[in-house]
């Protein structure tokens, strides 16, 4: 039986050494600029951390792990192997977009599903991860959208039906979310402050990272007394003029490099 991502996802603890963040992406065959700076990333500096944790939206859809003539999608699970194999733990949440990827992806890629949320140990503290779109709590039609997308007898049923039609289907929600964003106040698709407090107290942290927005940023602020900071990862489009990209390292300090 073909497994299902929504279920897929067991891990949501985890404790990381050295870990470089990303998030995305949106892999495509239209982006192939950006293909190709992700596989120099994994073949260059990612092999300099213990881990690579990738918060989502690797991909810029994701039919299912039976979708095997997907050129990208090999060539990003090539990337994933070799860097695994080379000793760097791999680490993959689902975002809106691929959040079809399942065990057979994880296992070709030599990679482990993260929960969303995930609790991170890093250097003694806790830290908590996600994607980030879980907390955009004021755009009520995409949340009811999520939680449908995210079912289980949901994905269990569209992982039943033919591979083209569920390429079509994507199709459309992907034409559909473009002519959304258009029409949606910025401010409503991005994170809601209370809904990330929220999040942070009931995990006990004061750190957070997360992707999803496209705005990166670093936001200090107080929360319950104690100074907090959350980490907005930079989109991938080296495709686009200029081209922007970038990652997440907490080596001696937080850092984030972007280009
Ligand atoms: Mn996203």
Redesign the pocket.
């Known amino acids: 039986m073909t497994s299902v991502p929504a279920l897929a996802a067991t891990v949501d603890r985890v404790a990381l050494a050295d870990p470089l963040f990303i998030s ?1 992406l949106h892999l495509s065959a239209t982006h192939p600029r950006t293909l190709a700076r992700f596989e120099r990333l994994l073949a260059s500096e990612a092999r300099a951390h213990a881990e690579l944790v990738i918060l ?2 690797l991909f810029e859809y994701w039919a299912g792990d039976d979708a095997t003539d997907d050129d990208v999608g090999n060539a990003v699970i090539a990337a994933l192997r070799a860097v695994a194999q080379a000793g760097v733990r791999v680490f993959v949440m689902h ?3 691929d959040l079809l990827l399942g065990e057979d992806f994880a296992a070709a890629a030599g990679a482990t599903l993260l929960a969303d949320p995930t609790l991170a140990a890093i250097g003694g503290e806790t830290v908590l991860l996600a ?3 879980i907390y955009c709590t004021r755009d009520v039609a995409y949340q009811r959208f999520r939680a449908q997308a995210r079912n289980a007898d949901f994905q269990r049923a569209f992982l039943a039906k033919p591979l083209a039609e569920r390429r079509a289907f994507i199709g459309q929600v992907r034409a559909k979310s473009e002519e959304v964003k258009q029409a949606t106040a910025a401010e409503i698709m991005d994170v809601t402050p209370e809904a990330i407090v929220d999040a942070m107290r009931a995990a006990g942290v004061t750190r957070m990272i997360h ?2 927005t496209h705005r990166p940023a670093t936001h200090g602020f107080v929360l319950d007394g104690r100074s907090a900071e959350r980490w907005v990862l930079p989109d991938w489009n080296l495709d686009a003029e200029p081209p922007r990209g970038g990652y997440l390292t907490c080596r001696s300090t937080w850092q984030m490099t972007r280009w």
Do not use: E, I, P
Request: hydrophobic share 0%; net charge negative.
């Open positions: 995305d989502g939206d975002g809106n977009r994607h980030g779109d992707g999803h």
